[in-house]
């Protein structure tokens, strides 16, 4: 079987991705872990996190190949990178609210704690 260089490791030219194939897994991973983040799905979540690691690497390895058009696509899916991050963000800080809540120990501004705990008189005296 044919192999491939990369680097200093050999590889099979039936296991080598092309630059289009890992932007398109990345694609889809992204659109994985937006659909795990809004659904608070921990594991989808993992997951995620683990293929775009992989990913990366992959595509760290080939970087000096990219094409303008390669580069357009890896743009546009750092603008889905960042709205990830901003919903994993959301989802952590959801996630810990609530833990909080449920246990006591919440870490909201203490306002929220005191408006919602104060008791209500009302003069009806006039």
């Given at each position: 079987?044919?192999?491939?260089?990369t680097g200093?490791?050999?590889?099979?030219?039936?296991?080598?991705?092309?630059?289009?194939?890992?932007?398109?897994?990345?694609?889809?991973?992204?659109?994985?872990?937006?659909?795990?983040?809004v659904?608070l799905?921990?594991?989808?979540?993992?997951?995620?996190?683990?293929?775009?690691?992989?990913?990366s690497?992959?595509?760290?390895q080939?970087r000096?190949g990219?094409?303008?058009?390669?580069?357009?696509?890896?743009?546009?899916?750092q603008t889905?990178?960042?709205?990830n991050?901003?919903l994993l963000?959301h989802?952590r800080?959801?996630?810990?609210?609530?833990?909080?809540i449920?246990?006591?120990?919440s870490?909201?501004?203490?306002q929220?704690?005191k408006?919602s705990?104060?008791s209500?008189?009302l003069?009806l005296?006039?």
């Amino acid at each position: 079987m044919p192999s491939v260089t990369t680097g200093h490791v050999m590889q099979e030219a039936s296991t080598h991705a092309t630059t289009d194939q890992l932007l398109s897994e990345l694609a889809n991973t992204l659109r994985e872990e937006r659909d795990a983040l809004v659904h608070l799905d921990a594991e989808g979540i993992e997951r995620s996190a683990a293929d775009k690691a992989r990913l990366s690497d992959a595509l760290g390895q080939c970087r000096a190949g990219f094409t303008p058009v390669h580069t357009a696509r890896l743009s546009a899916l750092q603008t889905e990178l960042r709205h990830n991050l901003i919903l994993l963000v959301h989802a952590r800080d959801h996630v810990h609210n609530t833990l909080g809540i449920l246990t006591g120990r919440s870490n909201l501004p203490a306002q929220i704690h005191k408006h919602s705990t104060e008791s209500v008189r009302l003069d009806l005296r006039g």
